[in-house]
């Protein structure tokens, strides 16, 4: 049994538009009444996870599907201490904030100082201790990037490994990053 809630008709099939400052933007939620949408608590500010709490709240926002022009204010009301501090003082400065503008300002304010080296570092990364550690921060700053193929992932990977280790993966020929990471972590 399916239902779609639109506010003009009271029937069991409705579409739910949210307004905002566009017209043109809308949002269509369907519900199957027999399993429901599950309940998602809004991601926690945490003080020394900035990308993780972004990337956080970007899921959230995908799971309930909600509008560019609110996200900035939701964001805002779950933040704390110097975050909401620094939100007051980068609205009143900037005005009207979109999205990526509130991003852009929260990672530059408190994100890691070289942020905006991420290409660099990933580029530059190598191997020092285990795989494990490896890979998080191989993960940690590929996240974090944009416009990176397939292909240049994997190379940055298999050349920033030690040299053993990367001897043996070159020799199996292996095409894609996920099919070298499986080998390395056996």
């Not at 991003?103 to 570092?121: A, M, S, T, V, Y």
């Amino acid at each position: 049994h399916w239902l779609t809630v639109e506010p003009e008709e009271i029937t069991t099939r409705r579409n739910l538009r949210l307004a905002s400052h566009d017209p043109r933007e809308h949002c269509h939620i369907t519900f199957d009444l027999n399993n429901p949408r599950m309940k998602v608590d809004f991601p926690r500010w945490e003080k020394g996870d900035r990308i993780g709490w972004i990337s956080r709240v970007e899921h959230y926002f995908r799971f309930y599907r909600t509008v560019d022009a609110t996200r900035v204010e939701i964001a805002a009301i779950y933040l704390k201490g110097d975050a909401i501090q620094w939100f007051n003082w980068f609205k009143h400065t900037h005005g009207g904030l979109a999205w990526l503008r509130f991003k852009e300002g929260l990672l530059d304010r408190f994100g890691p100082i070289d942020f905006n080296n991420i290409d660099g570092q990933l580029a530059k990364i190598r191997q020092s201790s285990t795989i494990q550690e490896y890979q998080t921060r191989f993960e940690r700053l590929s996240n974090q990037t944009e416009n990176w193929s397939e292909k240049q992932l994997l190379g940055t990977y298999i050349e920033g490994l030690k040299l053993e280790i990367r001897g043996d993966v070159k020799a199996r020929q292996l095409y894609t990053l996920m099919a070298t990471i499986s080998f390395v972590r056996i």
